[in-house]
């Protein structure tokens, strides 16, 4: 049984691709890192120390090259913002911009989400949890390293508070499927749409170019929202 759960932890979501980053994402690496980075080494956090106050806090597992974090960040000041990627360019992107924008709200993980949400994310304590156009592996022999499957799905709940949301999205119609199957079998959830019922995309997340693209090749968008119940 051990060996069994050891070889299922192997599975990632992800792979780490390759890529080159600027001198300003290196530059922002050096020294915006120290001052928003955090590490899965530091442990379990406390939200209120690490934002120097109380708010509703949002984590986006994911958020690329940072474009709809930053906006989402600037668009609600009042809120606390945690973004986790695995891929430097990224993370040095987001941190050029948090310097450009002079944003205070938003704290970056550079390591595997759930790492992240094991170690160091308090139970009970997100408000929302963004999950935005994960890698759908559409070959079906590659589906179980889709992230989005049950034990996920009670992992993210036991990190949201009560009435807390899990919000999704994917333009692979076959992946919004799979999400919708696994999170309306998930117990202690409800579809903020209703049994079945995809949701209209929110304001709060906004279109992102590589939406734009997609739609104008005549891609469709799903968003999934599922609140933890009380």
Known sequence: ?????????????????????TLGQERALEEVWPIFGLSVEAGMIDLQ???????????????????????????????????????????GRLLSRIAEEELENIRVYSEDAIDVLDKCIPDASLN????????????????????????????IK?????????H??????????HMMEVMESAAGYSNN????????????????????????LGHGVWDLIFNRDV
């Open 1 to 21: 049984m051990t060996e069994q759960k050891q070889h299922l932890r192997t599975i990632r979501s992800f792979v780490m691709r390759a890529g080159r980053t």
């Open 49 to 91: 120390q690490v934002f120097g106050r109380e708010a509703d806090t949002v984590l986006e597992i994911g958020f690329g090259m940072g474009e709809s974090l930053i906006s989402m960040a600037k668009d609600a000041p009042q809120k606390n913002f945690i973004g986790i990627e695995v891929h430097r360019p990224g993370v």
């Open 128 to 155: 929302t949890l963004q999950l935005f156009f994960p890698d759908p592996w559409h070959k079906k022999k590659h589906h179980k390293r889709r992230i989005v499957q049950p034990e996920f799905a009670q992992k």
């Open 158 to 166: 036991a990190k949201l508070e009560q009435g807390g949301c899990f």
């Open 168 to 177: 999704m999205a994917t333009d692979w119609q076959n992946y919004a499927e």
């Open 193 to 216: 749409a209703g049994t079945n019922v995809y949701s209209p995309q929110p304001e709060t997340r906004p279109v992102t170019k590589f939406q734009r693209r997609g739609e104008k």
